[in-house]
């Protein structure tokens, strides 16, 4: 019988986080999960127990030290999260910034810099992290949000990991969607051609659930080993879809390096 693979998820509160937790512990003979966070309340509020959760802050790598102990797989799904700025006014569209402390630069940058060492230290041999499409476009109208040029950081992790020489799986997602998966046609690509010329004009949107599955099946699967890819999904309703349940022939798709 196979050993489960043991695998530390940060961001696991996150709403895309706290579903790959999830699905890995429907998994207990394929996967021993632990989750890592900064915050107890959050922990329990969302899963009713704080069991197999660590606590720290990703800006400090010494405090990843004792969750990784023992794993072999760590998946990142850390991100700096835009808060609205005042109050806006009636009929104006609210202003976005970042905490001074939680800029994209420190987390999305160096917080998974610290996560990629920490994991380099601790015999960590693979690594899959969730990131997001349009990181070729500087103008990308989200790295204006409060100037934090947030894809910009994002990419830059993601050349750390590929250069850091542990076996990598870098899920690039579409804007995300808080739908129920398994009921599309998932699609892969490489530099932003997606989002430049999307396949039939369709949105470039994925459900949250969608990605916590490519990454379960990531984790999984040999041909997703250093792989870096563009992930959307057609419309649930277009003609012809039919739903991904071959993940490995999806692999087969993507491609290596950045």
């Not at 050993?3 to 509160?13: D, F, H, K, R």
């Amino acid at each position: 019988m196979t050993t489960p693979i043991q695998v530390l998820v940060t961001g696991a509160t996150g709403r895309t986080g706290s579903l790959v937790f999830q699905k890995l512990q429907q998994r207990p003979q394929q996967f021993i999960v632990r989750g890592f966070a900064r915050s107890s309340d959050k922990v329990r509020q969302l899963f009713g127990t704080s069991d197999n959760f660590f606590y720290g802050d990703i800006r400090d790598s010494n405090t990843l030290i004792e969750a990784l102990e023992g794993c072999s797989a760590l998946v990142i799904l850390t991100s700096a999260i835009p808060q609205v700025k005042g109050i806006p006014q009636p009929g104006q569209r609210p202003e976005f910034t970042f905490p001074d402390d939680e800029m994209p630069q420190v987390i999305d940058y160096q917080g998974q810099v610290n996560q990629i060492d920490a994991a380099k230290a601790s015999g960590i041999d693979r690594i899959v992290l969730v990131g997001s499409m349009g990181g070729t476009n500087e103008k990308h109208p989200l790295n204006s949000i409060g100037n934090g040029n947030i894809l910009i950081w994002k990419r830059k992790a993601e050349q750390y990991l590929i250069d850091s020489g542990i076996d990598y799986t870098i899920v690039r997602a579409g804007g995300l969607l808080d739908q129920a998966g398994g009921k599309r046609e998932l699609l892969v690509g490489k530099n932003d051609t997606m989002l430049v010329n999307p396949p039939n004009g369709i949105p470039t949107s994925i459900p949250r659930a969608d990605v916590a599955e490519v990454v379960v099946q990531a984790l999984l699967a040999p041909n997703a080993r250093n792989k870096a890819f563009d992930l959307i999904s057609q419309p649930e309703d277009a003609p012809g879809t039919v739903v991904t349940t071959d993940f490995t022939a999806l692999f087969a798709q993507t491609t290596p390096g950045l």
